[in-house]
């Protein structure tokens, strides 16, 4: 017995992909019902999920955020336009 799944995706991704599994000799039906038995096998996704750790810049961008918010003297504004005519625009 079978059932239809519908889903949505980037045109760009679907087309891409698409071709991967061509080549491959499979459809994306067959590429799809592949990841859905190997969920179960697994009991979980297939592959690692992870967020990489932010390098050096990232660390140094989220460090001098953090200051500026906790700065007493960094003058904060209510709004956008607050901003704006702040920066007279």
Known sequence: MTTNL???TDKEIKEKSDKIFSELGLTMTS???MFLRATIRENGIPFSLKIDNPNDV???AIEEGKKIAN???TKGYNSVDDLRK???L
């Open 6 to 8: 519908n889903i949505r």
């Open 31 to 33: 590429a799809i019902n």
């Open 58 to 60: 990232t660390l140094a």
């Open 71 to 73: 700065d007493k003297n």
């Open 86 to 88: 702040a920066l007279d």
